[in-house]
């Protein structure tokens, strides 16, 4: 472990242990007094006279500049490369214990990997779920970027930030930071790769710029989705064999394990972003950008039918592209595709399969039939339990309640209708603080233009443009 903070520092320490002056140091290429300065840290010793003074103190040039010989290096950047591994492909709770190791590890001197490691164990704590933690971690390593840029980015920070905050409830905070990122993904003229992925598809779920979101899309193209899971374990464990014999070998083995399973993310992330703008799209009554959602939608079911066939994200890709099918007219495709997406939920409980009705009952209405049946198992699929353990849920569970009252009120049933608002309402803590005004429904309320509004469309998770749906 590093253990001097500067390279002065070390010049010094060193010098003494060796018994030499400044003077005997400095030899006849130096002066004492710019040693002096050096030790002080008032002056930065140059890559040649660096190298001068490694060769005179008898250490290498990696030790003077790190504060640790080139091995530790290697093995404390293993240390972190495995626990990104363990984070992406294995345990969140072991990956956060691995990076708490390396930070450890990494000691005062190599401030740039700790910060990295706690930058990691941040995302392994909101992995487990533990949001709260996760925030005051990165709140944490923001205040660390904005004083030491060197050590760590900003913007991968105030990304995650925006991501803890809306799923936390806190739409407000959430779209103070989402601006915040968005303004410097434009200023970089940021539009693919991993990082504007992850900024499109914390954006599209916000529903903060859902432009930038569909740029990136359209600048990424369809990812070649293949789960290269098998690929990555044989490199992980390739890795961590090797790391008992050459560190060196292992640090490329996990690098090439972590970069093969990168596709699959950002596979993953595609569809996402790719799958909220096409639904958020599809409800706007202007029905503007259909064929473009289309698109979109048809993509991200491409994509999770290769990674996860099966899975409740390729059912979900399936329920929006319903959606898309039928605002679009094609109401016989519409249907084919919600009922393959309930075929593969069976069991299942939850938004997923409210959506799947969602559509059905709105497919009924378009038919001049009972859509009651439908809302009815929709209601039942949302007031699961489990459906209110995660705020970002609630969010989703508020907006579908929404829809439900819409749609009851489309059908004839004001009472339903009213009962369903309420619920939008209730699931996001809104509902107790309200009274009814005489003569208007609960949707009114929910949509009017009343000092309140702003906060109940921030909880139901509502942009100005899905209002007035």
């Known amino acids: 472990?590093?253990?001097?903070?500067?390279?002065?520092?070390?010049?010094?320490?060193?010098?003494?242990?060796?018994?030499?002056?400044?003077?005997?140091?400095?030899?006849?290429?130096?002066?004492?007094?710019?040693?002096?300065?050096?030790e002080s840290g008032k002056r930065n010793p140059t890559p040649n006279v660096t190298r001068l003074l490694a060769e005179r103190l008898g250490c290498g040039i990696e030790f003077l500049l790190h504060g640790i010989e080139p091995h530790q290096r290697v093995d404390t950047g293993l240390a972190l490369r495995h626990a990104e591994l363990e984070l992406y492909h294995g345990d969140p709770v072991v990956a956060a214990d691995r990076f708490a190791e390396t930070v450890r590890a990494a000691g005062d001197d190599n401030v740039a990997l700790a910060a990295q490691a706690r930058f990691g164990r941040a995302r392994a704590l909101e992995a487990q779920g533990h949001t709260a933690r996760a925030v005051e971690a990165y709140e944490r390593l923001r205040r660390e970027a904005?004083?030491?840029?060197?050590?760590?980015?900003?913007?991968?920070?105030?990304?995650?930030?925006c991501r803890c905050y809306h799923r936390a409830g806190d739409a407000l905070r959430a779209r103070d930071l989402g601006l915040n990122a968005l303004a410097?993904?434009?200023?970089?003229?940021?539009?693919?790769?991993?990082?504007?992925?992850?900024?499109?598809?914390?954006?599209?779920?916000t529903e903060i710029d859902l432009a930038y979101a569909e740029r990136v899309l359209s600048a990424s193209g369809v990812p070649e989705a293949t789960g290269r899971g098998p690929e990555v374990l044989g490199l992980w464990q390739a890795s961590a064999a090797a790391a008992e014999k050459d560190s060196a070998l292992a640090l490329r083995l996990a690098?090439?394990?972590?970069?093969?399973?990168?596709?699959?993310?950002?596979?993953?992330?595609?569809?996402?972003?790719?799958?909220?703008?096409?639904?958020?799209t599809a409800a706007s009554p202007e029905g503007a950008g259909?064929?473009?959602?289309?698109g979109f939608a048809a993509a991200a079911a491409e994509v999770l039918a290769r990674l996860s066939p099966g899975a409740v994200e390729h059912a979900r890709s399936l329920v929006v592209l319903s959606r898309v099918r039928?605002?679009?007219?094609?109401?016989?495709?519409?249907?084919?595709?919600?009922?393959?997406a309930l075929g593969l939920l069976t069991g299942v409980r939850?938004?997923?399969?409210?959506?799947?009705?969602?559509?059905?009952?709105?497919?009924?209405?378009?038919?001049?039939?009972?859509?009651?049946?439908?809302?009815?198992?929709?209601?039942?699929?949302?007031?699961?339990?489990?459906?209110?353990?995660?705020?970002?849920?609630?969010?989703?569970?508020a907006r579908l309640w929404r829809e439900i009252g819409d749609l009851w009120g489309r059908a004839g049933s004001p009472q339903r209708q009213a009962n369903a608002?309420?619920?939008?309402?209730?699931?996001?803590?809104?509902?107790?603080?309200?009274?009814?005004?005489?003569?208007?429904?609960?949707?009114?309320?929910?949509?009017?233009?009343?000092?309140?509004?702003?906060v109940i469309s921030a909880r139901l998770g509502v942009s100005g443009e899905s209002r007035t749906g």
């Open 1 to 38: 472990m590093a253990s001097q903070a500067s390279i002065g520092d070390r010049i010094r320490r060193l010098r003494l242990s060796k018994h030499m002056s400044q003077a005997q140091l400095a030899g006849s290429d130096l002066s004492d007094s710019y040693v002096s300065l050096i």
């Open 255 to 280: 690098e090439d394990a972590i970069a093969a399973g990168r596709s699959t993310r950002m596979a993953s992330d595609y569809a996402r972003s790719a799958m909220c703008w096409a639904w958020i």
């Open 350 to 397: 939850g938004t997923v399969p409210a959506m799947a009705y969602v559509v059905l009952a709105e497919l009924a209405l378009a038919r001049s039939k009972d859509g009651g049946p439908a809302l009815a198992e929709a209601q039942e699929a949302l007031a699961d339990p489990a459906t209110t353990s995660a705020s970002r849920t609630d969010r989703q569970s």
């Open 421 to 454: 608002y309420r619920r939008a309402l209730e699931t996001v803590g809104v509902c107790s603080r309200l009274e009814t005004p005489s003569g208007l429904t609960w949707r009114a309320v929910a949509t009017s233009a009343t000092p309140a509004s702003p």
């Open 290 to 294: 259909l064929d473009r959602a289309g």
């Open 146 to 161: 904005a004083a030491h840029p060197e050590r760590l980015a900003d913007l991968p920070v105030v990304v995650a930030l």
């Open 326 to 340: 039928l605002r679009a007219g094609d109401l016989d495709a519409a249907a084919d595709l919600s009922e393959r």
């Open 184 to 205: 410097q993904a434009v200023r970089l003229g940021l539009d693919q790769g991993a990082l504007a992925l992850d900024l499109a598809v914390v954006l599209a779920e």
